[in-house]
């Protein structure tokens, strides 16, 4: 059985990713719109949950460890080591961080671990997710060794007790400790936000041995939304700042539910949804480059001096605008022929890749593990 395109969740990803940039500009420029933005945080969630999601989707017994990681590498460190540049220019002019181990940190992918919000955050800030990322990957093929050997009954099972415990361990420590500022620790911790990832992998897994959600993409998206506009609303009246692992946490089973449903929608070949739409899936396309862009931009916006509020606003908006084609063309000058270029090449010096395919990520699972002969379109 083929795996189909998805191209839906391609369309998404850009979803996410606007949440993101629209949280870090009242961050950055727009304190005025926080508590209308505050949980675009979670769209982060919603990158970790698709990320395990898409690998596990198109995993293929017959691609190595060696040749998986390779790919990984290509995906990712490419444009991360080309926006640490252009970070690292930006603080030169600013008299920013200029630490030499800390954008080594940043290069390696290893600051999600240092806990210190001056490594993690260090030079270009939104790569502190890659760093999680980093660790999925390396745990990805011995994870889903293990995982594809249980039925849909059993995997849900696992995806909920991951889900309860990530829950009741931020619940927990912010009860006992109240004063912490867990929310700094936890929310770029990346043995915490495997979280989401291992729940991906369970929904992927669970499709690809037959089960089928019993309801359509309005409840999946009724689901994310609500869970989202929820925690806005909660953050709103009572501001939970040190909760942000909570509040992504307590969104995985909504989003989990988006993704299951718009996923059963592409498989099936049902009716285009407007995620699977030419505009939206070149945008979602764009997504990681957006995702690494969008700060600079706005952080070189910040330093122009903006006044007042509708000038700050007009900023960001500018910011917001020049940031969505910055990242198209990133995508296609760069990103896009990079990866291309390095995954044609395995480390035994043949092509492993289908050039024309960029957004097929396989890996090795186990032989009685239900072969993929086609990508998922969604980008991890």
């Excluded at 949440?19 to 209308?36: D, K, N, Q």
């Excluded at 109240?178 to 989401?196: C, H, N, S, V």
């Amino acid at each position: 059985m083929s795996r189909a395109r998805l191209d839906s969740l391609t369309g998404l990803r850009f979803i996410a990713a606007i949440l993101v940039v629209l949280y870090h500009a009242s961050v950055t420029l727009v304190p005025e719109m926080y508590p209308l933005v505050s949980m675009g945080q979670t769209g982060v969630t919603f990158f970790f949950l698709l990320s395990g999601f898409v690998l596990a989707w198109s995993m293929n017994p017959n691609t190595t460890k060696r040749q998986f990681y390779w790919r990984r590498f290509a995906r990712i460190w490419p444009l991360h080591a080309l926006t640490a540049l252009a970070a690292v220019v930006l603080a030169l002019a600013t008299q920013g961080d200029q630490s030499l181990p800390r954008l080594l940190a940043s290069l390696l992918l290893v600051q999600g671990w240092l806990g210190d919000q001056q490594w993690v955050y260090a030079y270009n800030g939104v790569s502190w997710s890659l760093s999680c990322e980093a660790f999925f990957y390396t745990v990805f093929p011995f994870l889903a060794l293990r995982l594809a050997r249980l039925d849909p009954g059993k995997l849900f099972r696992v995806g909920a007790t991951v889900f309860v415990a990530a829950v009741s361990l931020i619940a927990v420590l912010l009860a006992l400790v109240p004063g912490f500022d867990w929310g700094a620790l936890f929310y770029t911790f990346p043995a915490f936000r495997i979280a989401e990832f291992i729940v991906g992998v369970c929904l992927a897994i669970a499709m690809r041995k037959g089960w089928k959600p019993r309801f359509g993409i309005g409840v999946g998206a009724a689901a994310a939304i609500g869970s989202f506009l929820i925690l806005e609303i909660v953050d709103g009246i009572a501001p939970w700042h040190t909760a942000g692992p909570l509040a992504g946490a307590l969104c995985i089973p909504g989003y989990a539910l988006l993704i299951a449903a718009y996923a059963d929608r592409d498989r099936c070949g049902g009716r285009p949804t407007f995620a699977s739409s030419p505009a939206m899936v070149k945008l979602g396309e764009w997504s990681f480059a957006l995702y690494l862009v969008h700060e600079l931009v706005l952080r070189t916006a910040l330093e122009l001096g903006p006044e007042g509020l509708a000038q700050r606003a007009a900023f960001a908006v500018v910011g917001i605008a020049i940031s969505i084609p910055l990242a198209g063309a990133a995508y296609t000058f760069f990103e896009r022929p990079i990866e291309a270029r390095l995954r044609n090449k395995s480390s035994r010096g043949g092509p492993v890749a289908d050039t024309h395919q960029p957004e097929e990520t396989p890996t090795f699972v186990e032989p009685q593990a239900e072969p993929a002969t086609s990508g998922a379109s969604a980008r991890s």
